[in-house]
Nanobody
Framework: QVQLVESGGGVAHTGGSLRLSCEFSGSPFVIYTMAWYRQPPGGQRDFVSSISSDSITNYEASVKGRFTISRDNSKNTVYLQMNSLKPEDTAVYFC???????????????WGQGTQVTVSS
């Protein structure tokens, strides 16, 4: 059973920084694409960023240039460095994993419990 545990959330001022961490366990980390999603108050859960097993990254347009996703395979951990934070970044941030596989049935997805990020104006 894959487990994802987020940490690093908290409160920051506009223009400040936070670094989120997501620790992965239960399966070989190196074959998983990792991602971050976020859900603002009263809003939907939306994609933020992803990183594949070979470190190919993708970013949602509003965070590109401000956020950086990375992974440390020796620690089974994915990070989201968030700089130049804005009040609009306030949300619960969720870690997500998807097994990289040719067959669709093998692409198992898992979610973490989420960590709160609050950016004050």
């Amino acid at each position: 059973q894959v487990q994802l545990v987020e940490s690093g959330g908290g409160v920051a001022h506009t223009g400040g920084s936070l670094r989120l961490s997501c620790e992965f366990s239960g399966s070989p980390f190196v074959i998983y694409t990792m991602a971050w999603y976020r859900q603002p108050p009263g809003g939907q859960r939306d994609f933020v960023s992803s990183i594949s097993s070979d470190s190919i990254t993708n970013y949602e347009a509003s965070v590109k240039g401000r956020f950086t996703i990375s992974r440390d395979n020796s620690k089974n951990t994915v990070y989201l460095q968030m700089n130049s934070l804005k009040p609009e970044d306030t949300a619960v941030y969720f870690c997500h994993s998807e097994r990289e596989a040719r067959a669709a049935w093998a692409r198992v997805e898992n979610w973490g419990q989420g960590t709160q990020v609050t950016v004050s104006s």
